[in-house]
């Protein structure tokens, strides 16, 4: 009887036996399931599986037997589909139709090695899965042309989930798993294309052209500085795309300038005449094989409450929509949908009416302020005044508020290359990050911006805010004001509970009646500050600043003569937080509301009055003075002891960063702007190298002495 097996079944029997036995890595699958499937049956029942190891029968049964259920359970799911097939066959309305196209990925993954042979009996495939011999022979050639096909190599960390599956593992890989946990993110791997599975017209047509099309891709990418494994985007298309369509036929009278901005129009351009792709083929492209390159998002501020309300309102008009022409919903859930989508429509309409009332009411009070400022110095100006204007007088003094609008811009890099070209070396190096706030005061019609880099204060923070403030009221504003009115936006640097407490503090003091914090709706914080902004902005990208000095002169030529910056340092910023938390509380539930007045009560003792809204509405009041506070606390007094340089709270910077500034002062900038507290440059002790006449020759030998003294460097390190 041993005379009767064939090789093909000896081998078979012999890969089972390995396989259990731990010395193989599966037995003539490809799938894992079905590996596990028969290791679990051999673990279950270890003596029937020797018995069927060693006796002459087939043993597809074993493993092909434990997946027939699944293959043939393989249906149309959906209501869609279900409803197309009994309006194309009402007899049959109750039938259930095969998912043709799910199975055939099934019988590719599992039925076929990686080389296109079968992996069981063909007898044994088509009795126990109960399929074809012609489909079978199709679907053997499909594999063996994705076999053949040329591999794409792409990154490991640009494979989606669906693409695993068309992973090449090296010859020599004997355990795949082990070889794909131990794959850096970086590293270069070969991807099968996925087989075609019907003849008709499809993307894949256009294979010819996905090389190419990656190709542009990697070109026109660049990363974003996010760790591999965020949820967003690791890298971003040039900033120049805007979107990813081709423009329409109704747009091909636009400019060519503004065609250019799409990425499949400019690939096209790249192709010869008769060639050319669909948005859908770059979209499914970009999903495929490069799924975190994205469009660059534009740089601006957003309303997430717009956004959400905006997305929902579409969401159930479209639900609504498809209920009623398909005819699968009922009156009921659609006047549900209708409902909920006019819903948020009035719900956005609120929230933008909500926001242009808050910007209504910023604009009248700061020009009610402005004219009766105005008013104020005309009255003073008067030599001869009489009773009337004496009294009217006086009582402006006591009722004028000093209105200020506060922000911060966006932090600005040193050293910046903005007229000059900039070398390709520096665009990866970090750079020493300069926090700018602006100040804005409407009364006296003046700006100030403060400017610190982060060796002062580090990031952006309530310190800082503060800090500001309270120099520029204490220095600009007449001590005869009694009232003050700050504009700002809901950023957590200005909306804190120290902002509330340091307020409270003035008003304690006396040096204030009252003191009023109104926060815009948060994405419509637009204010005056970002006019200031804009010019300073646009000056900074068209000149290089290499130093701080650089930067507080380009500022200040964009001012005017009653305007001010100031360079601020760590002895400028107190440490607020630590000094307010001595004598108050925190305002719970802060976030809820965006009016704030802080003044005495009738007990003569302060507290926060608190609003939902800047223009109307009621107030709540709240006491945030703590109990049993010493009265001879004198916050004031000891506002030197808590500054950052007292403290020594100054952050140092990291060490990559230090010699990143080194290594771009060293090379690219003149040595006359290098900033006295940087480290001592490693090319002051550069081997001199002579020749008799001046020549390119000199520069070449003057860079490899550099190579090898910085090579001799490191290796000694």
Known sequence: MADSVTY???????????????????????????????????????CEESESIN???????????????????????????????????????????????????????NVFDSYGNYSFCFSCIKNILDVGGKRLHRL???????????????????????????????????????????????SIIELHNPPKLHHGKSNYSKEDLLTRFLKFIDNNSQPNGRRVGSHGPLFFLNSKFDRINAPSASEAGKPDQWKRRSLVYEFVRTLEENKSISNGTAKKWLKMYRPKHAICPKKTDYCEMCVECQEQKRRHETISMRLQQEGNGNEDEIREYKALSESYGLLLEEHKM???????????????????????????????KSKEEKVQLQELTGQITFTLSLDYQQSKLTPHWGFSAQPSETYYLRKLSHNIFGIVDHTLAKNAVYVLDERAGGAKNADITISSIDHYIHQQIPSWARHLCLFMDNGATNKNQFMIQWAMELVERNEYDTIRMCFFVPGHGKNDADRLFSRISHAFHNNDVFVTEHLLKLIRDTLSLSDRCIH??????????????????????????????????????????????????KYAHKELLKKNVDAGLDLMGEVKNFTYEAKGMSPDLSKKKMADLVKMYDKFIDPILRPKWLPASYTTTTP????????????????????????????SK
């Open 568 to 617: 601020a340092t760590s002895r400028d910023i107190v440490n607020w937080k630590g000094l307010l938390a001595q004598k108050y509380t925190s305002l719970k539930e802060i976030t809820r509301y965006r009016d704030f007045l802080i003044e005495r009560n009738a007990k003569g003792r302060v507290v926060v009055y608190h609003k939902g809204c800047c223009y109307a509405g």
């Open 354 to 384: 909500d926001a242009a009332n808050e910007l209504d009411h910023y604009r009248h009070q700061t020009k009610k302020n402005r004219s009766l400022y105005n008013h104020l110095e005309e009255l003073r100006k008067r030599e001869s």
């Open 140 to 186: 053997r050639e499909i594999k063996r042309q994705q076999a053949s096909a040329p591999t794409i190599r792409v990154r490991k960390d640009q494979v989606s989930t669906e693409q695993t599956c068309n992973v090449v593992p090296p010859a020599t890989v004997t355990n795949v798993l082990g070889w794909w946990v131990s794959l850096e993110n970086s």
């Open 55 to 109: 006796s002459l029968s087939c043993v597809c049964q074993e493993t092909l037997g434990k997946f027939a259920e699944t293959f043939r359970s393989m249906l149309h799911t959906g209501p869609k589909l279900l409803n197309r097939a009994s309006i194309q066959q009402p007899k049959t309305a109750n039938k259930k139709y095969r998912n043709i196209n799910q199975q055939n990925k099934w019988l590719l993954d």
């Open 688 to 715: 001199l190298v002579t020749t008799s006449t001046p020549s390119s020759e000199l520069a070449r030998e003057h860079r490899a002495a550099l190579k090898k003294k910085n090579k001799g460097k490191k290796e």
């Open 8 to 46: 093909r079944e000896k081998r078979r029997k012999d890969s089972v036996k390995k396989f259990l036995n731990g010395e193989a890595r599966r037995p003539y699958v490809l799938r894992e399931d079905i590996s596990c499937g028969l290791r679990d049956q051999a673990n279950n029942n270890p």
